[in-house]
């Protein structure tokens, strides 16, 4: 069974980049044909979500916040990334990586659990 | 980008009870519908995928039904552990997904 974990600074200063890993376990970032995605939680809000990498390597990032991310695949140590750039205290929020359940049209599986950036200086 | 409503925003209701949650999208998205259950300081779990097949594991009270703009999902019996909050989310427009603003679920 697949096992993702969030890891990263939890406190960011504003302008600066916001970079997290997610870890997986119990399978390989680079095989299976899994879409490997991203998705924050503001404090006290809703789900949005941030774009995904394709264990090909493609990637995908929601158009509002498109100018600012990369997401990245590191087959070596089986994990993939996020890199959110000129953060501002809007970007404060629980960040969380998931991979498909059931390829692109079957929701978000196994999830991560979540790690707190806060954009502070 | 495809709008997703859910209603009601929130909801009060007892152990045993049956409630029905509802999720409209801006527009059709055919049967490409998933449902979440979210508990506090958890991650989000998928409980019902593209409008009404069961995640492994999640009890059959759950059920989900719909297509084109609107969903539901009803919890049949409710029982402590369900209380929540719940989201749909689209993935019609697959590769750019959109969820519901929520629904909280709480006891009565």
């Known amino acids: 069974q697949v096992h993702l974990r969030e890891s990263g600074p939890g406190l960011v200063k504003p302008s600066q980049t916001l970079s997290l890993t997610c870890t997986v376990s119990?399978?390989?970032?680079?095989?299976?044909?899994?879409?490997w995605y991203w998705i924050r939680q503001q404090p006290g809000r809703g789900l949005e979500y941030i774009g995904y990498?394709?264990?090909?390597?493609?990637?995908y990032y929601n158009p509002s916040l498109q100018s600012r991310v990369t997401i990245s695949l590191d087959t070596s140590e089986n994990h993939f990334s996020l890199k959110l750039s000129s953060v501002t205290a809007a970007d404060t929020a629980v960040y969380y990586c998931?991979?498909?359940?059931?390829?692109?049209?079957?929701?978000?599986?196994?999830w991560g659990q979540g790690t707190l950036v806060t954009v502070s200086s | 980008d495809i709008q997703m409503t859910q209603s009601p925003s929130s909801l009060s209701a007892s152990v045993g009870d049956r409630v029905t949650i509802t999720c409209r999208a801006s527009?059709?998205?055919?049967?490409?519908l998933n449902w979440y259950q979210q508990k506090p300081g958890k991650a989000p779990k998928l409980l019902i995928y593209?409008?009404?097949r069961l995640e492994s594991g999640v009890p059959s009270r759950f059920s989900g039904s719909g297509s084109g703009t609107d969903f539901t999902l009803t919890i049949n019996s409710l029982q402590p552990e369900d209380f929540a909050t719940y989201y749909c989310?689209?993935?019609?427009?697959?590769?750019?997904?959109?969820f519901g603003q929520g629904t909280k679920l709480e006891i009565k």
């Open positions: 998931a991979r498909d359940a059931y390829g692109d049209y079957g929701g978000f599986g196994p």
């Open positions: 119990g399978g390989s970032v680079s095989s299976g044909g899994y879409y």
């Open positions: 990498i394709f264990s090909a390597g493609n990637t």
């Open positions: 527009q059709s998205i055919s049967i490409y």
């Open positions: 593209t409008t009404s």
């Open positions: 989310q689209q993935s019609y427009s697959t590769p750019m997904y959109t």
